[in-house]
């Protein structure tokens, strides 16, 4: 019995090593680009908001515990990133972004209880 409940543990557990792995490696690629890649090319910018993403997402999704608040936050940072490529990214821009990704996660988490 013991032996059985061990086993469904381990099987549950969570392997963070794995997925911080790819977490430093999706942090050190946009690094990389953004150090070594010049911003004329023209796959430069969405290649840029394409790992900001993911990285965002994958760093949040491991701090918050959840994948879908990981994606909820990861979609908001890189939305004003977004914002501010186009120059229109400010103070109030981040707050309304920052509260309907509260609101839609709030949302979310009410209605799947």
Do not use: C
């Amino acid at each position: 019995m013991r032996k059985k409940l061990r086993q469904k543990e381990v099987k549950l557990r969570k392997n963070f090593l794995p997925t911080l792995a790819v977490i430093f490696f999706l942090w050190g690629l946009l690094g990389s680009l953004i150090y070594f890649v010049e911003p004329d090319i023209v796959v430069a910018i969405p290649l840029f908001f394409l790992l900001a993403f993911l990285a965002l997402f994958f760093t949040f999704s491991l701090l918050l515990a959840h994948t879908r608040r990981g994606f909820v936050a990861a979609l908001a940072m890189t939305l004003f990133l977004v914002l501010r490529f186009w120059g229109v990214g400010n103070v109030l821009n981040f707050l309304l972004i920052a509260g309907l990704a509260l609101t839609i996660e709030l949302y979310f988490s009410r209605n799947h209880r």
